[in-house]
């Protein structure tokens, strides 16, 4: 029955009954319909699993994990287990515009060079507001959400961007058995970036597609903007992306960015209560960098690396421009 499908929907869920029945209802109404739903309950113990039992039919499959294994061996669970050409991941606190896989496939199958397309995703509770209009990272080692917390006409202009936020995106599949996949041991936070990363590596590239509509009602799993978990992970697992990602050479010439930076996002934790987080979590990823998978940098060539350089230098200058411009808009 798969065959007649051009795209996998994964949707990993983690206690997230309250957020499912709005997801599914508004992929019941796509105009495109040649997609099946995977979800993969992520060992739910809050009645997702009783709920979903109830709602499996011919579209809407669903794994059951014993335990929670985190979001990036949940998607990857759900990738492996497809057979189309592309997979679409959405976050279970997603409400998508009718046209949104629509326009997810035609993003992506413009060009094979597409590793992955990005969707315009809306704050659900402040719609007037970007949450993300794909993600960039920068020579600082910041990774932010492209437009969030701006007005959303400012964003109806189709582009490159440095990832896709895995929230709302659509993969070309088949380029996964060639970089990788989402690295599990992130278990969640910047396996988007990383495998991003990867891919532009390999010579592909990501896109932001703006009709894409999606409404995101953020840390619907985790609970919170900023928690001691997430703090420690994501600190952790920035080091682990640069240092997979980076030859040495590189590494050494972000250094003092890099070390600037982690300076002043401690200082910003720091004054939260989330200091001693922040702390453990660089602790985590010098100890445990050894345990990563690097690139094979022989492979690629050196310009490839220079466009990354260039790009992670002008990410850093919209990173400052999109605060600015965030500022005078309020």
């Known amino acids: ?25 508004s992929l019941e109404v796509q105009s495109y319909q040649q997609f099946s739903v995977l ?6 113990t809050d009645g997702s699993v009783e709920w979903l039992r109830a709602h499996e039919s011919a579209q809407i499959r669903v794994i059951y994990l014993t335990e929670n294994t985190g979001f990036a061996a949940a998607v990857n669970t759900g990738i492996k287990a497809c057979g189309t050409p592309y997979v679409l991941l959405l976050n279970n606190d997603i409400r998508a515009d009718e046209h ?29 507001l970007m949450d993300s209009a794909g993600d960039q990272y920068t020579v600082a080692g910041w990774a932010f959400n492209r437009g969030t917390g701006r007005r959303i006409s400012h964003y109806n202009r189709p582009c490159r961007v440095f990832s896709a936020c895995a929230g709302a995106a659509i993969y070309r599949r088949k380029v996964f058995e060639t970089i990788g996949y989402f690295d599990e041991n992130h ?6 970036i990383d495998v991003g990363y990867r891919a532009r590596l390999h010579g592909y590239v990501n896109v932001y597609v703006p009709k894409a509509v999606v409404w995101h009602v953020g840390s619907g799993t985790s609970g919170s903007r900023y928690n001691e978990f997430k703090v420690k992970l994501t600190i952790r697992n920035n080091i682990w992306l640069n240092y997979k990602n980076m030859p040495d050479w590189q590494l050494i010439l972000n250094a003092v960015p890099v070390f600037c930076g982690m300076a002043v996002k401690y200082v910003f934790f720091a004054r939260k209560g989330l200091g001693k987080a922040f702390r453990q979590g660089i602790k985590e990823g010098f100890r445990d960098r050894e345990k990563c998978r690097r690139v094979r940098f022989e492979t690629i060539p050196v310009r490839r690396f220079l466009a990354i350089e260039a790009d992670l230098i002008a990410n850093f200058a919209e990173y400052a421009w999109q605060i600015l411009k965030r500022k005078q808009e309020m």
């Open 100 to 128: 949104f896989v629509e326009e997810m496939v035609r993003g992506i199958s413009r060009s094979k060079r597409i590793f992955s397309a990005a969707s315009k995703m809306i704050r659900m509770y402040e719609p007037e």
């Open 39 to 44: 979800i993969v309950d992520n060992g739910s």
């Open 187 to 192: 278990f969640a936070y910047l396996e988007d």
């Open 1 to 25: 029955m798969q065959k007649k499908y051009t795209t996998t929907i994964v949707i990993p869920n983690y206690n997230g009954m309250a957020f499912l029945e709005t997801c599914l209802t």
